[in-house]
Each structure stands twice: as C-alpha cells, then as structure tokens.
C-alpha cells in the first residue's frame, strides 16, 4: 500500500474540499458545469485550448494555431498585425463541438489535437529581429514531439525521418512566409508553395536601401529561391495585379512558379484549375500560402492591397477541398487588416472559416465525395 508524504495531505484536503464546495454551489447545481458561449470565453481561434506554447513545453499537439503580428514590411496599407486577432475575433461562431463540415463531411477537431498557441511576440521597431524571433519561435514549435492523435504524415519527407507537427499560421503581412520557409527548410529541405494572392511576390529583391527594406511582402519568395528554400514546382493561384512588364512574369518563372490567372477561372472552371494545382504539385512536400486578397474586395475589403476582380469565397473554397490529400507541412492566411473591413467583422468572419478549411486541409486523406441528391418533385409525386 502506498501512502501520500505528509506534507501533501493539506494539499490533498484542500483540493477534496474545493471539489466538494464547488458540487454544493448554486450554479453548479442548477446549471453544471461553466461553459462558454459563442460570444463569450477568452479570445482563442475557435474556442480552442489556449497555451503560451513557445514558453510551455509540456502541452503536446499535432496542428498549432500560431499568430505572428507583423505589418511593417507593407508597401500600402499597413493593419495586419491586427490580423490574428480579427481572425480569432471571427471564429468566434465555430469551435471543435461544432466542428462537423457538411461540404467536408468531417470535424477536424476529433481527429487531430490542435491547439491555440497565442501570438510571436514580434519587434514593431526593427524588422531584422521581427523576422529573426519569427523564424525562431516556427523552429521551436516545429521540433516539438506531436500528441499522437493525428495519423501519421510528415516523418516520410522529414530529414530526420521523426513526425512534425504542423502549424496554421495567421498573418501578419505576407513577408512572415519568409522566415516559415527558412524554418521548414530545416526539416524539409526545399518545398513546393500553393500561393494565393492576388499578386506574385516574386518581385526582384534589389533596390533597397537596406538588407532590411529589401525583404518586404513583395519580395519574399525572390528571397527564399536566393536561399535554395523552394522546390520549382511552385504555383500561383488568382493572380491580377499590374506589373513592370512581361520580364517580371520569366523572372517568375525562373523562380520556380506557374501562374493562374483570376480570369482563368471563367475558361476552366475550378474542377481545372485544381487539376493543374495537383499535377503541379504531385507527391512533393507543399506549403499552402494564403492572402486574403486573393477573395474579391467586395467579399474581403479589410486587406493591404485591394485588386478588384477577385474570386469568390465560394469558388475559392471549392477549389481548397479539391487540394485534399497533397502532402500539406503547413499553412497560413494573411493580410487580413480589420481596420479597412465594414460593420461586421466581414473579412475577419471570412479569413477565420478559410482557417477551417486549411485545418481540415492538413488533416484529410482526398477530397470529399459530393453529396448531391435529386430533389422530388410535385410531378414526381403525382
């Protein structure tokens, strides 16, 4: 038989009589336990478990929410250092008991642990050290052993052949790709990206007057091919801004991307644009990078760079569950700056259910199967 060391029993009688209170209470036993409600609780993506990861190590996940805050590498409107917040602020409606997706037929919240990990405490004042503390707090969390719930899915591609979790990251402006590739590099090695945007970001890294002014949100994957961090199956998704002329497009190409137009999917539809995105891509390890301009304005205003002639958020989701079963390491949404949204939390609502998708993304095998039934008819009836 075993006995409690003496000087735990206070502990122990104190915790039984807390227990024991707490049964006898009012609310406890009128109403059972304090739940949150979709407006209430602490501000977490999708009411999810909240942990300080970077400074607690005992809490172990498979997919981590992390938000990096970083806007000051913005050629427009700078905001989206707001952004995790807004997308949080957004998911307030969803949470893992209500997680089950009619169009995915799943609940990725019973199949995986994930966690929200907070934000990167990141420098406002000294972009160098932003990225260094971005790439660092990635690296952390990427080696950190996985809980186990999720099948297994990126030991195969590791360098060192152990399971990685994996991380949803909400953004931040679009240079925080920068420092995620540089820390995926690491385990990965080189990796295909899917990038939706509405613009390229493969502008020429030169012309600044600074290391640091020339790492911005429009240059970072001319920095990552510099670096040898991406594989050249790389692909565009979206794409409508103006550029300099067509030497922009063969630098582009030299960097590894193809390029999808916005108009593209009027021609082809979104069952060939997924197509192309799959052949592209194939068995490679891949990297989803997502802004939030790559939706129309009209749907998400709240963004750095508006281009009018945007997909819908229908389209656009339809296109991501056709994604399912690529080789996803990771993924992020970016640019979202609630200061320019309308009444109503419009871009942050929309970014938070993207999220979902994303989740559900790095955790199904294939995309689901369609569910469509013919509707009876009065004539049927007759």
């Known amino acids: 038989m075993r006995y409690l060391p003496l000087a735990l029993l206070p502990v122990v009688y104190a915790q039984q009589h807390a227990f024991e209170t707490k049964q006898q209470e009012p609310w406890t036993t009128k109403y059972g336990a304090q739940t949150d409600l979709s407006f209430t609780g602490p501000l977490s993506y999708s009411h999810l478990p909240y ?104 030991a195969k591609f590791a360098r060192d052949g152990v399971e990685h979790p994996r991380i949803l990251t909400l953004g931040g402006d679009h240079t925080i790709v920068l420092p995620i590739l540089r820390s995926l590099y690491q385990v990965y090695g080189p990796i295909s990206v899917i990038h939706f945007d509405a613009h390229i970001d493969t502008w020429p890294s030169g012309g600044g007057f600074s290391t640091q002014s020339r790492v911005n949100h429009g240059t970072y994957f001319t920095w990552a091919f510099e670096e040898g961090l991406m594989s050249n199956t790389s692909i565009h998704a979206g794409i409508r801004n103006k550029l300099e002329g067509p030497q ?30 799959r052949q592209r891509i194939g068995n490679s390890p891949v990297y989803l990078s997502f802004d939030i301009d790559t939706i129309d304005p009209g749907q998400a205003p709240a963004t750095g760079t508006p281009e009018p002639a945007g997909w819908t958020s229908r389209e656009t989701k339809r296109i991501l569950r056709g994604l399912a079963g690529l080789n996803f390491v990771g993924a992020d949404i970016v640019e979202v700056a609630p200061a320019y949204d309308d009444a109503g939390e419009t871009t942050g609502i929309l970014a938070a259910g993207l999220a979902d998708d994303f989740l559900t993304l790095l955790i199904v095998d294939e995309p689901p199967k369609r569910q469509v039934k013919p509707r009876r008819t009065l004539a049927d009836e007759l």
């Open 51 to 154: 942990t300080r990861c970077l400074d607690d190590l005992s809490t172990t996940f498979d997919i981590a929410v992390l938000g990096m805050p970083f806007d000051t590498a913005t050629s427009y409107r700078p905001g989206a250092r707001f952004g995790p917040s807004a997308i949080r602020s957004g998911s307030s409606r969803q949470s893992p008991a209500r997680g089950y997706a009619l169009e995915w037929m799943t609940n990725p919240y019973t199949r995986a642990e994930v966690i929200d990990c907070g934000d990167v405490p990141i420098s406002p004042y000294d972009n160098a050290l932003a990225v260094d503390q971005m790439e660092t707090a990635y690296t952390t969390l990427l080696a950190r052993p996985v809980n186990g719930t999720a099948s297994a899915r990126t």
């Open 248 to 277: 922009m497009i063969e630098h582009d190409e030299e960097i590894g991307f193809e390029l999808i137009m916005a108009d593209d999917i009027d021609d082809l539809g979104t069952d060939e644009i997924v197509k192309h995105i």
